[in-house]
């Protein structure tokens, strides 16, 4: 189901590319491995784990990939989602994934070790205690799950943005994307409808632009 899915994305229909699908696998295991103790994701087996979560993360791949992309950081990352997922598809992009639970940040840092993704660091670590004289400024900003945007959340993302930068917002419905985002932002902002392989519910992506 993995490789169809990446299929139907776009991704890794090179043979060349078996590597990166094993680094994804050996990430599932991970999440399998540990879910029980750490409660990372919500899934009943493999398939769902794979569909909801890996998939869904790698689904706006090809739109990430026309912005600026130099520096990412996941905010809220959890068990590493979306930020694992895109950085073993997006090499060539620097990494951050900042997560403030220390829990799941040694999930993380357990999950780094195994992988050994060179593109990718933890910061442990709230948002809005992020030091930018320590990290950078980014020019990309992803989350999941993360929060519902609301205008205090927005100003602390934009203090971590590179000037002309993105926030990439995974949703779900249309609807409840134009009540949130009409409360939370003037900035100019776009939505992109997502299709997920195997998921019939309905995903977005909203890109705020600096």
């Known amino acids: 189901m993995l490789e169809e899915g990446l299929n139907k994305l776009g991704l890794f229909q090179d043979h060349t590319n078996a590597l990166l699908i094993k680094l994804l696998i050996k990430y599932i295991e991970e999440i399998e491995l540990f879910n029980q103790a750490y409660g990372l994701v919500k899934v009943r087996d493999r398939k769902e784990l794979i569909v909801k979560h890996i998939l869904d993360s790698l689904a706006p791949v090809s739109i990430l990939h ?10 809220g990352s959890g068990a590493g989602l979306p930020g694992i997922p895109l950085a073993i598809c997006m090499p060539d992009s620097q990494f951050t994934l900042v997560e403030r639970m220390g829990r799941r940040a040694g ?20 948002m809005e205690k992020l030091s930018v004289s320590k ?15 609301n ?20 949703k779900g419905r249309r ?31 909203v890109l705020i632009k600096e």
């Open 66 to 75: 026309g912005l600026p992309n130099k520096k990412i950081a996941d905010i």
């Open 151 to 170: 205008g205090g959340i927005i100003k602390e993302l934009l203090r971590l943005l590179e000037p002309g930068g993105s926030i990439a917002a995974y």
């Open 107 to 126: 999930f993380l840092r357990n999950a780094l070790a195994v992988l050994g993704l060179s593109n990718v660091i933890l910061e442990e670590a709230e």
């Open 175 to 205: 609807q409840s994307i134009d009540e949130e985002m009409s409360l939370a932002v003037t900035l100019p902002w776009e939505v992109f409808p997502l299709d997920v392989p195997f998921l019939e519910e309905e995903r977005h992506l």
């Open 135 to 149: 990290t950078g400024r980014f020019d990309l900003i992803v989350f999941r799950a993360f929060k519902p945007l």
